[in-house]
């Protein structure tokens, strides 16, 4: 089992930046893929990054993409992502999750999830 706990939501004025972390704890993190998605009010949760379990490998939504950079440290059993140039749109609930997947996107890959950490764009 893989229990998952993010932090570092918050509020922040658009064009700011926030890095959310989540903690693992349970079994290993290898082989587990990790990824961050995100849920607005009255929206589905969408896929935000991915990273390999080894971190070699990252990949993005395109709404995301340039402006936010998903990295683990598994030593310290975390993965981490750092979010700049944050726009309104960028408000939601994120969520940590963790499955083996190779450049998974859907929320069905991921069966470990943490509680979400919410994150508010103010003008």
């Known amino acids: 089992q893989v229990q998952l706990v993010e932090s570092g939501g918050g509020l922040v004025q658009a064009g700011g930046s926030l890095r959310l972390s989540c903690a693992v704890s349970?079994?290993?993190?290898?082989?587990?893929?990790m990824a961050w998605f995100r849920q607005a009010p009255g929206k589905d949760r969408e896929f935000v990054a991915g990273i390999s379990w080894s971190g070699g490998s990252t990949y993005y939504a395109d709404s995301v993409k340039g402006r936010f950079t998903i990295y683990r440290d598994n030593a310290k059993k975390a993965e981490y992502l750092q979010m700049n140039s944050l726009k309104h749109e960028d408000a939601a609930d994120y969520y940590c999750?963790?499955?083996?997947?190779?450049?998974?996107?859907?929320?069905?890959?991921?069966?470990?999830w943490g509680q979400g950490t919410q994150v508010t764009v103010s003008s």
């Open positions: 999750a963790a499955g083996i997947t190779m450049y998974g996107r859907s929320r069905t890959e991921y069966p470990y």
């Open positions: 349970g079994r290993t993190l290898s082989p587990y893929a």
